[in-house]
């Protein structure tokens, strides 16, 4: 059932099935037809989701489902409101909505890696240390690039919160940030893949923060799948076949980022040159988990709450058991 919806059509055909984010279970689950988010413009994040398309996994499990398109500021609002049923997201960009209420659950760790910092080649800046004191350019400040930074950051006793802020934030367009770091406006650039990758690979930056690799955050998974409350509470069994059905894609881009990357551009499903797309996904870590994703919240909200993003009185445990779902009939990973 490959067909993709438009999210304007949808929009006026769930007000009746969704009210305030809760499915009314109206449908049988062997009959209802899961609606998957995903952007306008895609990433190599987004490959399991793909992959599940073009090896039938999504079939395997006897799943139904429609493709919906969204617009990246209005996935939670459309999760919220039934118009999707599940995507992916960033994990850093999501703790402060859900310490602020937004009502999803995370049912699954999707991979690691995909967010960098980057100074120039010959940069005095040598270590991340050395980024006290200094400007660092990023898209928003709410972004994953720059959460991912300011934990990092903290971590090494920097000063990242409004009160104590020992590091200077200027906001670009993410097509202008490679410009301001060349000229000279700022000292580094907080920002993600594939742009990331090619900067460094083409010499024109270096590499000091890399969520794939640095010891602080390699083993966290930075992708989740996300879905509404009401499907995961009316339709279960629908949300565990489309769980396990993302777990096989992202085994099988695990263990041939060649080929996945072949694919997604043969379909143009993404852009770029398929070999660079392969080298940015093996340095990613595929090997979803269900308890990853538990673990990230927490840890998450916990460094989130010291740099004050996140208030006092969130309970990092008890926002992590009420926003993690374990479905039941999903493994915890595919691998040992």
């Not at 952007?39 to 139904?64: D, H, M, N, Q, R």
């Not at 800046?125 to 994953?144: F, H, N, V, Y």
């Not at 940015?280 to 988990?289: A, E, H, P, Q």
């Not at 445990?317 to 493994?331: K, Q, S």
Request: aromatic residues 6%.
């Amino acid at each position: 059932m490959k067909k993709i919806v438009a999210a304007v059509l949808l929009a006026g055909l769930t007000v009746s099935v969704y009210a305030r984010g809760r499915t009314e279970a109206s449908v049988a689950e062997e009959d209802y037809v899961v609606k998957i988010g995903q952007g306008v413009t895609v990433g190599l994040c987004s490959a399991p989701f793909f992959i599940a398309i073009e090896k039938g996994y999504y079939e395997e499990e006897g799943l139904k489902w429609d493709l919906v398109q969204v617009d990246t500021g209005q996935t939670n609002l459309m999760l919220t409101t039934g118009q999707i049923d599940v995507t992916n997201n960033l994990l850093a960009t999501l703790i402060q909505p859900l310490a602020n209420g937004l009502d999803v659950r995370i049912p699954l760790g999707l991979h690691t890696g995909c967010q960098k910092v980057l100074v120039l080649p010959d940069s005095p800046i040598k270590t991340p240390a050395d980024l006290r004191g200094k400007r660092i350019g990023t898209t928003g400040m709410a972004t994953s690039g720059t959460v991912i930074t300011q934990r990092y950051l903290a971590e090494l006793g920097i000063g990242v919160s409004a009160d104590n802020l020992e590091v200077e934030w200027l906001i670009y367009q993410s097509a202008d940030l490679p410009l301001a770091l060349e000229r000279g406006q700022v000292d580094a650039i907080a920002l993600g893949d594939p742009t990331a990758y090619i900067i460094e690979s083409e010499g024109k930056g270096r590499v000091i923060i890399n969520q794939a690799t640095d010891d602080y955050l390699k083993e966290e998974y930075c992708c989740v799948i996300v879905a509404a409350t009401g499907f995961i509470k009316n339709y279960p069994q629908v949300a565990a076949k489309f769980v396990r059905a993302i777990q096989k894609a992202a085994a099988y881009v695990q263990n041939n980022p060649d080929e996945t990357a072949r694919l997604m551009a043969e379909q143009r499903y993404v852009a770029g040159d398929p070999e660079v797309n392969a080298a940015i996904l093996r340095t990613y870590d595929y090997r979803s988990s269900v308890s990853g994703a538990q673990i990230a919240i927490g840890r998450n909200t916990r460094d989130l709450q010291r740099i004050k993003l996140v208030g006092e009185d969130v309970d990092p445990d008890a926002l992590t058991r009420n926003i993690f779902v374990a479905l039941e009939g999903v493994p915890d990973s595919l691998f040992e």
